[in-house]
């Protein structure tokens, strides 16, 4: 009885907090998880952990952790798998997984967590891009909301050239107090002595994969919408694909080894949190506020990884990375926006139609905004 009546209670206060202000709640703590994913793999990386042990153990926690969600959850809606959709799940884990985590991982070693992170906030630009390219998406440059896109994408690939091409002056070098109070945390930090353009070239190869697998995926999910088993599927694939490149690369038996707790951590941290949890939140959020509402809380994880990155790694911001930031933010916001008046446009002439025609219109807009956004980074991402 008392079990019935806290859970009773818990459910009223629930329901007590109007849903817009649990989606900003979840927004913000999805955000903060994701920062907090970029500074731990620095960490993981400096600590001398494996860049292709770690997203093997990363993905095989993901997989656990979604695996029975999906079974249970999704047996109504989940097709049979076929040879067709093994393959295709393949191709996309070759994409979405290993391609967009090792180029995360290489490009991280070179640069900084904060600038990693920036860089992501291209994605949405690139994926439209790529969705113009392969006619998925529409330009009508006679209308404010195509030219608002087209502005937006030049404006991200700006950004992401002006990061990788110059790096330019320190602008903020963490004092002297935190050097003297935590010289371990301060060992951990930027990237000296790296290849900072050609860590700023993985990070963007990381970028072009994850958009690769916003687009590719759209055509698959119309046939397949169990999304949890889509993600399992291709979390499966994607560790066997790591484990025959470690079985080239990786012949080091001490380095599958966890060697401290901290290492445990990071790796716990990257599936559990940043690849399972995170992604039921988000599918959460993208459900029940849409995509623009989510892709808009993007660049407040920038600003959070630079907090904890100062804080925790003692990292040094740069003149370059803060000009290509900006850039790249106001690309996004171009996008979303040129996106969001093109659904309001979208919305206003099916009036005029029949009520099936409408009904297909609007799965059509749907389906083809989801693309410009970086709405399910997962299971691989970052």
């Known amino acids: 009885m008392a079990d019935a009546t806290s859970s009773g209670t818990v459910k009223r206060m629930c329901c007590s907090i109007p849903e817009r202000v649990q989606l900003h709640l979840a927004m913000l703590a999805l955000q903060f998880g994701y920062a907090g994913f970029h500074v731990v793999s620095r ?109 937006g994408t030049v404006l991200c690939v700006a950004g992401a050239s002006v990061i990788t091409l110059y790096k330019g002056p320190t602008i903020y070098s963490p004092g002297p107090p935190l050097q003297r109070t935590s010289p371990a945390l301060l060992a951990l930090g930027d990237a000296e002595g790296k290849n900072w353009t ?15 697998w916003l687009v590719l995926q759209a055509p698959i999910l119309k046939k397949y919408p169990a999304r949890l088993s889509f993600t399992s599927y291709q979390c499966f694939f994607g560790i066997i694909q790591f484990l025959v490149i470690a079985a080239f690369l990786e012949r080091d038996a001490q380095a599958w080894l966890i060697h401290s707790g901290s290492e445990l951590f990071s790796v716990f941290y990257a599936g559990v949190v940043a690849s399972g949890i995170a992604f039921a939140v988000q599918i959460w959020c993208i459900d029940r506020g849409g995509p623009v509402f989510v892709a808009v809380y993007q660049p407040v994880q920038t600003l959070v990884v630079a907090i904890m990155a100062s804080v925790a790694l003692g990292e040094e911001f740069y003149l370059g990375g803060i000009i290509g930031a900006v850039l790249i933010i106001a690309g996004l916001y171009f996008v979303l926006w040129g996106k969001n008046e093109e659904r309001k446009i979208a919305m206003q002439k099916p009036t005029i139609q029949s009520p099936a025609d409408h009904s297909n219109n609007r799965t059509s807009t749907h389906i083809k905004s989801s693309l410009a956004q970086p709405l399910l980074p997962q299971s691989t991402d970052v």
Not at 45 to 71: C, E, H, Q, T, W
Not at 82 to 102: K, R, W, Y
């Open 198 to 212: 050609l860590g700023c070239l993985f990070l963007i190869g990381h970028c072009l994969s994850w958009s690769g």
């Open 43 to 151: 960490m993981a990386l400096n600590m001398g952990i494996s860049k292709i042990v770690f997203p093997v153990y990363r993905n095989i926690l993901a997989f656990l952790l979604l695996l029975p969600f999906a079974y249970f959850l999704e047996k109504k809606e989940r097709p049979p798998i076929s040879l067709s959709f093994a393959v295709q799940f393949f191709l996309l884990a070759i994409v979405g997984i290993t391609a967009n985590q090792g180029f995360y991982l290489l490009g991280l070693e070179n640069t900084s967590p904060t600038f990693a992170s920036a860089i992501q906030n291209s994605v949405p630009a690139i994926t439209f891009l790529m969705a113009v390219i392969l006619r998925l998406e529409q330009v009508r440059l006679n209308r404010k909301d195509g030219i608002s896109k087209v502005m």
